[in-house]
Structures are given as structure tokens and as C-alpha cells.
């Protein structure tokens, strides 16, 4: 297997090299990433020696350059995790590197698919491009639950997914879609809810919960969701779409509590803060046709707890690893962090 893994330097991307090489003898992966603010090669420094892993720097969206990384590596098979992923960033401005990233990149990757004669492909997609469930809902998304996004990061991540379809129908380009849930695990960057919190906890400030901290989501460990990508790469019938998730619904404010009380803090330092403009309320996955096909999750519903212990001391083991994105990156967060307080000054004097 000669394994192209487009952004494998972000969060969920790593998780999966790292999980492969030492799963597969017989792989041989080369990571694709243009390295944007979120992308880190520091996650990767334990392998970057290792004969059967190579980077090449490049972004999805830049076909020659596909075409000629492929060509150079003999690639047989691709995981695309490449993705503009902060659904905050694609609400308060920067919007078109959504776009670009998340629906053309796609179809600049099924082209390179279809002329390379690439045997398999992955689109690594997610569970909000269907839109939200109701609370009280007794309802999940399946497989054939209609795509009818909220977030414009979700809109975006929605054409990359109707590409992919359109690809096989029209060209039968070896493509395989998956929806997952929302991801935990080490290597998260720390713009996004668990790390953030952890960082800020360990500062000793206090953690923003958007509006009444209700909103639902199905917590999934990422080196689970990388083994389910995994078997797809072997199993998965091409054509055909998979929802991963674990059946492990928690609001925000439940997460909350838990990481407070596994950090030693009380409720006293939750701030409740205006909610996020469209804030889906609930996601839920019915993962029963990958689990059929023998996808084994370790970190089910009992074993968050764990999961979650164990991703909290991962990070505060690593507070070096979060000084230096700091650093190399904080000219980005400067820049998005003022895009924020210029739309948060808007919304107020609209209102
Ligand atoms: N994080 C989650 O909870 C979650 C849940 C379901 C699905 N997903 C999907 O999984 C994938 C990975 O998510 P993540 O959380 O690891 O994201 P991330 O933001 O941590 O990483 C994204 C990576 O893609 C790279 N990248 C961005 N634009 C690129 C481009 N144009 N060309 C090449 N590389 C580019 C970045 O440098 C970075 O390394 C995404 O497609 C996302 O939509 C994520």
C-alpha cells in the first residue's frame, strides 16, 4: 500500500499515521499538507526518520502538484483529511478558504484519482453536513439522512461530499465517503473545545460555554475513527458512504463538568458566553453498517471517561508542544483573533 494521506499534519490526520505505520509493516505513507496554521509537523518529529514515512509539502487544491507527488511516489491508494476545519473561523470571516479548501480541493483530488488510476480513495467528511437533530429527537443520521448543512464549514465540507458521489456516478472514480462525530484524542490544536479548555484551565482562567451549553454532540476517541478509515481502506465498498460514531452523547456542558472535575476545578469556572449564530443543537450517528462490516471502537460510551482522562494528561505532558504552536502560529491566531472582536463589534452595534 503506497498510502497518499492529504493533511496529515492537523489533529486527526496524525492520529491516523501514526496509528497505520505501526498497524501495517506493508505501508508505505506519504503526508501531503499545505501546513496551514493548523497543520504541525512537530506531531510527527517521533517518525520523521522512519523509511516508510515521507512529507512532501503541497496543497489539495493545486493539481500539478498532486499529479506530480503521485507520480513521484507510485501512490496506490489516498486519505483526504485536508480540510479548513473551525467552524468559528468559517462564521467570522475567511469564509472562501472554506470553499476553496473543502469543495474544490475535493474535486481536484477525485481528478487526480481518475487520471492516475488511484485504486481507492477516502473522503474523510463529517456528521454536520446534515444539519441538526432536535433534542427530544428520538433520531439519528444514518447513511441516506438528506445533506442539509447549517455552518458554512459544513456547506463546504457538503460539496466536497456531493463531488464525491458525482464523481462515481459520472466517472466511477473509486471514492469512499465517511461521516464521522466529533473527534477528542492528543494533537487536537488548541483552538477547539477540550484542548482549549485544558489550556485555559491550566492558566487558570475561566471556560466560555456558548449559549446554555445544551448542544449535543456523539464524542468519539480520534484513534477509533482512525481504525474505522482504516478498515475502509481494505473493506469499504467503493461508491458507498459510512457514518462513524459511538453512540456517546454528551452535551457541552457535560463535557465541561467532566474535564473540570478531572482537572480539580469546580463549576465556578464555567462563563457562559453569547451562543454561536446557527448553533446546531444535536448530532447523533447510527454507525451500524461500518460496525458490520467488524469495526471494533475501544473507546465506547463506558470508556470516555478514560479517553477523556487520558487525552487531559496527554496535554498537560505536552504544554511544550502548545508553547510552540503558540509561537510559530501566533501571528495567525492575532490575525483570526481580531477578525473575531471586529464581527463580535458588528453584531453589537447591530443589535
Ligand atoms: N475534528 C473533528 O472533530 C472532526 C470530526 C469529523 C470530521 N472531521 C474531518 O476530519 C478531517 C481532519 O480534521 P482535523 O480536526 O484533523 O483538522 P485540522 O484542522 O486539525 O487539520 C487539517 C489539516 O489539513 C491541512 N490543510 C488545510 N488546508 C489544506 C490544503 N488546501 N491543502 C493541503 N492541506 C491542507 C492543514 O495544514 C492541517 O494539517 C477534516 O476533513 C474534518 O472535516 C473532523
Redesign the pocket.
Known amino acids: 500500500m503506497k498510502l497518499l494521506v ?9 492520529n491516523y499515521i501514526l496509528f497505520a505505520l505501526k498497524a501495517h509493516s506493508d505501508y508505505e505513507i506519504v503526508n ?9 509537523l512537530d506531531n510527527l518529529r517521533e517518525i520523521e526518520n522512519n523509511p516508510r514515512y515521507k512529507f512532501e509539502q ?4 493545486d493539481l500539478d502538484r498532486l499529479n506530480e507527488v503521485i507520480s513521484k511516489h507510485n501512490i496506490t491508494h489516498i486519505i ?7 467552524v468559528d473561523r468559517s462564521i467570522h470571516g475567511g469564509t472562501k478558504e472554506f470553499v ?3 469543495t474544490l ?1 475535493v474535486q481536484m483530488i477525485l481528478d487526480a484519482v481518475r487520471f492516475n488510476k488511484i485504486e481507492r480513495f477516502i473522503q ?5 453536513v446534515f444539519g441538526s437533530l432536535g433534542l427530544n429527537e428520538d433520531r439519528k443520521f444514518t447513511e441516506t439522512t438528506p445533506i442539509w448543512p447549517n455552518m458554512p464549514y459544513a456547506a463546504a ?1 457538503a460539496g466536497g461530499d456531493l463531488m464525491c458521489n458525482a464523481y462515481w456516478i459520472t466517472h466511477k472514480v473509486p471514492v469512499i465517503v465517511t ?6 484524542g492528543p494533537y ?2 488548541p483552538e ?1 473545545l477540550i484542548p482549549f479548555f485544558v489550556f485555559k484551565l491550566l492558566k487558570g482562567e475561566k471556560v466560555p460555554v456558548y449559549g446554555d451549553g445544551l448542544n449535543i454532540r456523539d464524542w468519539i476517541h480520534a484513534v477509533d ?1 482512525a481504525k474505522a478509515l482504516d478498515l475502509l481502506l481494505h473493506k469499504g465498498v467503493l461508491g458507498e458512504v459510512y457514518n462513524i460514531g459511538v453512540d456517546n452523547e454528551r452535551s457541552n456542558l457535560e463535557i465541561t463538568k467532566m474535564v473540570l472535575k478531572l482537572m480539580g476545578f469546580g463549576e465556578d469556572k464555567i462563563e457562559y458566553v453569547t451562543d454561536r449564530p446557527g448553533h446546531d443543537r444535536r448530532y447523533a450517528i447510527d454507525s451500524s453498517k461500518i460496525t458490520a462490516l467488524g469495526w471494533i471502537p475501544e473507546y465506547t460510551r463506558d470508556k470516555f471517561e478514560q479517553g477523556l482522562k487520558e487525552t487531559i494528561e496527554w496535554y498537560k505532558n505536552n504544554t511544550q508542544w502548545v508553547e510552540n504552536i503558540w509561537q510559530k502560529k501566533q501571528n495567525e491566531m492575532n490575525v483570526f483573533q481580531k477578525g473575531l472582536e471586529r464581527s463580535d463589534e458588528k453584531q453589537q452595534s447591530s443589535t
Do not use: M, P
Not at 6 to 14: K, P
Not at 80 to 86: C, D, G, L, R
Not at 179 to 184: A, T, W
Open positions: 492529504c493533511g496529515g499534519a492537523g489533529f486527526i490526520g496524525t501531503y499538507d499545505k501546513l496551514t496554521y493548523a497543520g504541525n503541497g496543497d489539495i487544491t483526504n483529511f485536508a480540510a479548513e476545519t473551525h476553496l479548501t473543502n480541493g474523510v467528511s463529517t456528521d454536520e465540507k461521516h464521522c462525530s466529533n473527534n477528542y487536537q490544536f477547539k475513527h
